[in-house]
């Protein structure tokens, strides 16, 4: 069963603009890196107070952070993108907040079908 995963982080204010402008032209290595861990559905959402939320879903946690970690294709974009974050301790994608998912449409309706 894939696992649905949320994730917030905070971006520096002065930098939201080329934090935008960074994410509309990943680099294709990066972003093929992401495909090859197991995620899926990936997206991210940017408030114009720099709180980021993102999600994506995937058959195990464990074994797409493990990919992403080791895979020489993802250490360059995320120690470029370390600096545009508050109080982030370690790489972007190591590091960020989860959040419990709480309620979602289709398991609910699901339960009664």
Not at 57 to 72: C, F, G, K, M
Request: glycine share 4%; hydrophobic share 35%.
């Amino acid at each position: 069963m894939a696992e649905r995963v949320c994730f917030r982080l905070q971006v520096r204010p002065e930098r939201l603009g080329e934090y935008r402008a960074r994410h509309a032209n990943v680099p294709r290595e990066m972003l093929e890196a992401i495909e090859d861990s197991g995620r899926r559905n990936y997206s991210l959402f940017l408030h114009d107070d720099g709180t980021l939320i993102g999600y994506y879903d995937t058959d195990s946690v464990e074994a797409s952070q493990t990919a992403l970690s080791t895979d020489p294709r993802t250490t360059p974009w995320e120690f470029a993108m370390a600096d545009f974050f508050v109080a982030l301790d370690g790489r972007p994608d190591q590091s960020a907040t989860t959040l419990p998912e709480i309620f979602n449409l289709h398991d609910q309706l699901s339960k009664d079908a």
